[in-house]
């Protein structure tokens, strides 16, 4: 999906500039990984279709070198629409995995790439973890305020899906280290990747 | 940081199933302060349990070593270990008692040999009232739900004043509101009494509000890090010049 209604619902919270709600963007849905354009794009998408609008604009600073800033409220077409959005029921996304398919579709002869594959997908995982980590000590939840309980819950949508991700990754390099290590048949290949697997571990801890 | 209270330095742990062995802890070494909550993430089967009982003493690690306020547990007496254990370590289990008590008789129950049935059921009452149970010192586990239960539990663990906490899963089936209360409460026991928690989750969610997070694979400890800037650059990165409107 574009950012139209992220855009859209942020304006219908409270107007602001392009910068502003790139920003708080980044700051609610920083996982969804919104092109930078994106943001500028919805916001013209928005204008044409009358869903928001300008309400003035916000001087450049003392330098007066860069353009004002306009900043853009919500018109009643853009709250119905908005609300209509809401209440529509949101489709399953597909789950198209680059990693899935490699899995699948892989020879014994590729067990030591894809083992670093699945390595290098478990650091990336764990850095999602780490700014989500980082996005809830600057917001901890409120179990007793709405919006807190609204944002943790999206959060946790978004931990959940890391945490299982991980999970499924660390079984994924068991068992394919266990291949590696395999007597029985194993090649010279097998066992040098285990080998390395077992060093990258060692990689992963001073991370 | 505040002082270290326990300290994990290299610890392995190994166990044997006929002659195959099954690496649990490899060169694992942690921190927890005064005043500080440091979450061990893993999935089930990962070594969580193990690390808090290593932590406790309860086990012995193979290879390196556990501290206590800077004391190697492996050089204490087995007297002055169980000590240490009754007045510096508590521990939070997700298993009520065995028997069917009132809650007030379960969480008295550590205290009575230093204290007596009097003073264990006023420090157990006080407990039960810093974590919001008072009113379920008469019932019994089997009637609690598993909110109240996990608050039972950390009362039951912090009735003796301990200096650690060893807190096992202490959000399993809870929902979110009830998860973020029992994580409040344990933040707000960490800032009150300046305790020291390690606290062991099988669920990310509930590590998010640690002071530290560390994940445990493959017998490793491991400290989620900034990834690798993104492909397509942050979001934020976009120039700050504003279009003109």
């Known amino acids: 999906m574009s950012a139209k209604y992220a855009v859209l619902g942020l304006v219908i919270e409270r107007p602001g500039y392009g910068y502003q709600l790139a920003q708080r963007l980044e700051e609610r849905f920083g996982c969804s990984e919104f092109a930078p354009s994106g943001v500028y794009s919805a916001l013209d998408q928005l204008s044409r279709d009358s869903f928001i609008r300008s309400a003035g604009e916000m001087g450049a600073g003392p330098s007066r070198r860069a353009a004002p800033r306009t900043i853009y409220e919500a018109t009643e077409e853009g709250v119905d629409h908005f609300e209509a959005w809401m209440l529509e029921a949101s489709p399953t996304p597909p789950l198209r995995d680059e990693l899935h398919m490699k899995i699948a579709l892989c020879r014994p002869v590729d067990l030591p790439r894809l083992i670093d594959m699945v390595h290098g997908q478990e650091l990336a995982c764990m850095g999602r973890l780490h700014d989500l980590k980082q996005r809830a000590d600057e917001d901890p939840a409120d179990p007793h305020e709405w919006s807190s309980l609204m944002r943790t819950l999206a959060r946790d949508a978004e931990v959940a899906v890391w945490n299982a991700r991980i999970e499924w990754l660390q079984s994924a390099r068991e068992l394919l280290e266990q291949l590696c290590e395999e007597p029985e048949g194993a090649s010279s290949t097998r066992r040098g990747a285990a080998a390395a697997g077992r060093s990258r571990m060692g990689h992963l801890q001073v991370l | ?245």
């Open chain 2, 1 to 245: 940081m505040a002082d270290v209270l326990l300290s994990l330095d290299a610890v392995s742990k190994s166990y044997w199933r006929g002659p195959s062995e099954l690496r649990v802890l490899t060169d694992a070494s942690l921190d927890v302060a005064a005043g500080e909550l440091v979450a061990v993430w893993g999935k089930r089967g990962a070594g969580k349990t193990t690390l808090l009982r290593i932590a406790a003493g309860l086990e012995a690690p193979d290879r390196g070593s556990v501290r206590f306020d800077g004391a190697d547990l492996a050089r204490l007496s087995e007297s002055a270990h169980a000590r240490l254990m009754r007045e510096q370590v508590g521990w939070v289990r997700r298993s009520g008692p065995s028997s069917d008590l009132a809650m007030l008789d379960y969480v008295a129950l550590p205290l009575l040999i230093d204290h007596g049935q009097r003073g264990a059921h006023g420090r157990a009452s006080e407990a039960l009232r810093r974590v919001g149970m008072s009113d379920c010192a008469g019932q019994r586990w089997s009637s609690l739900s598993d909110g109240e239960r996990a608050l039972v539990a950390i009362a039951h663990g912090m009735a003796r004043t301990p200096r650690l906490l060893l807190v096992d899963d202490p959000t399993a089936n809870l929902g979110l509101r009830e998860r973020e209360e029992v994580l409040q409460l344990l933040l707000s026991l960490v800032e009150e009494a300046n305790l020291a928690v390690l606290m062991a989750v099988p669920d990310m969610p509930a590590a998010m509000r640690s002071h530290q997070l560390r994940a445990l694979s493959g017998g490793r400890l491991l400290t989620p890090a900034a990834p690798p800037a993104p492909r397509g650059g942050n979001i934020l990165d976009f120039p700050r010049s504003e279009r003109s409107a």
